[in-house]
């Protein structure tokens, strides 16, 4: 018997093991188990194959949904972080948008009492510009979907 005909007769009986493990487990649990199995060979350079690698793992459905409810735990815990986050971002621009509502009405206000010609003038149209440019942001930041 060459090698190569050594190593199909192992792979024959370690799939007729798994396929009688597979019925024992089916019977004997009440929650359906899950058998997997992964078989590598390796060829040698003449093609023919020179090692055979066994690696079998057993899960229960048990074991199975307890590692899905942990994933989904993870994913509900990041989407409530998420959700503070845009709170928290949402409260920071509501405050924001209070600060520059009161530098463009401050601003206004000053403009009314300088004469129109002049630097001042100049820089708090400036200043006004630039405050109603933020509150655009903000109100962009804020109502975007």
Known sequence: MTEKDRLQEEVKKLRKRIT????????????????????????DSAGDPDSMFENNALR?????????????????????????????????????NNILSTIIGYTELVMEDVPEEGTVQANLQEVFKAAVRARGLVQGITEAP
């Open 60 to 96: 229960t459905e048990r074991e199975q949904a307890a590692a899905e409810k942990k994933k989904l735990e993870a994913q509900l815990q990041q989407a409530q972080k998420m959700e503070a986050v845009g709170t928290l971002a949402g409260g920071i621009a509501h405050e924001f």
């Open 20 to 43: 009688q493990l597979e019925r024992r487990l089916a019977k004997g649990e009440k929650t359906k188990s899950v058998l997997m199995a992964r078989v590598e060979r390796s060829i």
